[in-house]
């Protein structure tokens, strides 16, 4: 038996145990694929990647029988690998089971990403632009090399449909290095920063959506708290609602708002996390979060983070793929000496447009272009903002 067929079984044989007399739902085949893609953004520069998955997909319609699953897989294990000309690296494997078993989900991750020129402006409730408001900002003074080696596993219980309670574990070890000549990494740090943390998360999640991967009406709403370890514990709490919907086939409004605040004694590399239910999200700057900057451009014991976007089917293929334009405005700040609040004040604010190319029902790469304070940005995401 290879590597991955045990890996599945032993999987199977755990969720079996642990409720017997719950029927698994109709089993497709598991299939491997492999495939490589590009991606490119400011802090990575340009990356090729390798992927593989070992997957079974969803039965097409749900459990009437006439309504689409809005689910694309039951489950699927991948591992991805990438490299890039700027420094970074990284290899990564995940685990999702959203249909193996009635009632339950089930997510794990776990890699090594080094990121060669992430951002680093400071911890500060405003923060400047570039180049007017930064005194001696020039050459890789706002950037940093950091390394995480993390991993996470979270179990999702549905109590009353759409409601569902998740439970999340992670642990993370963080290195930053600063590059050489002064910075303000330097100013707050020093030369090296290391860090070791733990986290538990519970939180409530409302899922109305239509399809998870694609969505084009429904809620995602979201609220938790989570305590951390650390050099010294922590505690933070997280919300986030998005929102969809279609005035007409083919077009799709989605809107979005997030805050999080935590406590001083949370480590640096936590400030950049909001652990959401279906993934991390890094912030503030980048193709999840606010696409008008880099990755890492600011951010604080609070974050607060809204997004709207238009999206439009050029040409839709059914099943078979499909090319979508869309438009987008995201706002957001960070409070670092303040507490978290709901405020417009030093709210920054960008926007742009991009295309977004579907493959099957499996696959879609979003490019973006946006502008904003610090000028034009490019990134690309391996799925929708939000």
Not at 140 to 167: M, N, Q
Not at 229 to 236: K, P
Not at 322 to 343: K, M, Q, Y
Request: hydrophobic share 40%; aromatic share 12%; charged share 20%.
């Amino acid at each position: 038996m290879n590597g991955r067929r045990f890996l599945r079984a032993a999987f199977g044989a755990v969720v079996v145990g642990a409720a017997p007399g719950l029927p698994l739902v109709a089993q497709n085949p598991w299939k491997a694929s492999y495939f490589p893609y590009p991606i490119a953004s400011r802090t990575d520069g340009a990356m090729l990647v390798l992927h593989y998955q070992d997957a079974r997909a969803a039965p097409y319609f749900a459990a009437d029988g006439e309504t689409p699953n809005r689910l694309n897989f039951d489950g699927i294990f991948s591992v991805e690998a990438g490299a890039s000309f700027a420094g970074s690296r990284f290899v990564t494997t995940r685990f999702a089971g959203p249909g193996l078993l009635p009632g339950w989900r089930f997510a794990a991750q776990a890699g090594i990403v080094r990121e060669g020129r992430f951002e680093y402006h400071g911890l500060v409730d405003t923060f400047c632009g570039i180049p007017e408001g930064c005194p001696g900002l020039s050459g890789y003074d706002d950037r940093v090399h950091r390394t995480r080696i993390l991993g996470r596993a979270d179990v999702t219980r549905t109590l009353v449909k759409p409601l569902s309670l998740a439970l999340g574990v992670g642990v993370t070890g963080a290195h930053f290095t600063r590059f050489t000549g002064p910075s303000f990494f330097q100013s707050d740090f020093g030369d090296v920063k290391n860090e070791t943390y733990g986290t538990g998360r519970l939180a409530v999640v409302l899922d109305t959506r239509d399809k998870e991967a694609n969505p084009s009406k429904g809620v995602l709403i979201e609220g938790g708290v989570y305590l951390g370890v650390g050099d010294s514990s922590f505690t933070g709490g997280y919300f986030s609602a998005r929102g969809y919907v279609s005035p007409r086939a083919g077009t799709v409004i989605a809107a979005r708002v997030l805050g999080r605040a935590m406590e001083r004694a949370a480590p640096l590399d936590a400030r950049y996390t909001v652990p959401l239910w279906e993934a991390d999200l890094s912030v503030l700057g980048g193709a999840e979060s606010h696409r008008a900057f880099a990755r890492g451009r600011f951010t604080g014991r609070g974050v607060l983070l809204g997004g709207l976007e238009l999206r439009h089917d050029l040409l839709n293929a059914g099943d078979f793929g499909g090319i979508t334009l869309f438009g987008f405005v995201d706002a957001g700040r960070a409070f670092e000496d303040a507490s978290f609040r709901l405020t417009t004040h030093d709210l920054q604010v960008g926007g742009g447009g991009g295309v977004a190319l579907r493959i099957l029902r499996t696959a879609l790469f979003a490019f973006n272009f946006a502008g904003g304070p610090d000028g034009f940005n490019f990134s690309m995401g391996t799925g929708w903002t939000f």
